[in-house]
């Protein structure tokens, strides 16, 4: 069974960088599925931040492209995070999530989920 | 403002038929992209309840099926129950914005 498990500061401040990473288990990075992460504000929807295959290829959110990196690192079987210039705005449950790399796919294995509030 | 929208709340009494509608546009829903809703209790992760605009994963009760028509897709629970009180979430591909896209969510609360 695939298991997620985000990590992170629970506390950034206004303009620094959020960085999060996602430990797998119970599945190896490999062709055929998609790692990402999705962001809820408290008491509002959920937002797609991004994707990145096992090769590194990533895919953002437009709205967030200019501020957002990831990564892969298959030795670990982890994927990280970042998020540049944070504002109050990106206080969020951050959830990593897993999508089959076959056309549109749901999001089927999601991490717990790590709440980031950004204060000063 | 979500891509895709849903009421915020819906409610029923326990054995009613409660639907959720999720409006799209011809960008998303409207242009063929799959439709998925997910199931979120407090405090936890969404789960996917529909794939596929009607596939149930195995485990969810035929009381929930989901269907789509035009630009707009719906998710229908019958025999309501109240271990169904929960949000419930829409989500598609949008080929404007070159992402996948949700609703806001809407509340379930059974009366």
């Known amino acids: 069974q695939v298991q997620l498990q985000e990590s992170g500061p629970g506390l950034v401040k206004p303009s620094e960088t959020l960085s999060l990473t996602c430990a797998v288990s119970?599945?190896?990075?490999?062709?055929?599925?998609?790692w990402g992460w999705i962001r809820q504000p408290p008491g509002k929807g959920l937002e797609w931040i991004g994707q990145?295959?096992?090769?590194?290829?990533?895919h953002y959110n437009s709205a967030l492209k200019s501020r957002v990196t990831m990564s892969v690192d298959t030795s670990k079987n982890q994927f990280s995070l970042k998020l540049n210039s944070v504002t109050a705005a990106d206080t969020a449950m951050y959830f990593c999530v897993r999508r089959i790399r076959d056309g549109f796919t749901p999001f089927d294995f999601w991490g717990q989920g790590i709440l980031v509030t950004v204060s000063s | 403002q979500s891509v895709l929208t849903q009421p915020p709340s819906v409610s029923g009494a326990p054995g009613q038929r409660v639907t959720i509608s999720c409006a799209g546009s011809s960008s998303n829903i409207g242009a063929g992209y799959d439709v998925h809703w997910y199931q979120q209790f407090p405090g936890s992760a969404p789960k996917v309840l529909i794939s596929?605009?009607?596939n149930r994963p195995s485990g969810v009760p035929d009381r929930f099926s989901g269907s789509t028509s035009g630009t707009s897709a719906s998710l229908a629970i019958t025999g309501l129950q109240a271990e169904d009180e929960a949000d419930y979430h829409c989500?598609?591909?949008?080929?404007?914005?070159?992402?996948?896209?949700f609703g806001g969510g809407t509340k379930l609360t059974v009366l």
């Open positions: 596929v605009n009607t």
């Open positions: 119970g599945h190896s990075f490999s062709a055929g599925h998609y």
């Open positions: 989500q598609s591909y949008d080929s404007s914005l070159s992402g996948w896209v």
């Open positions: 990145i295959y096992h090769t590194g290829s990533t």
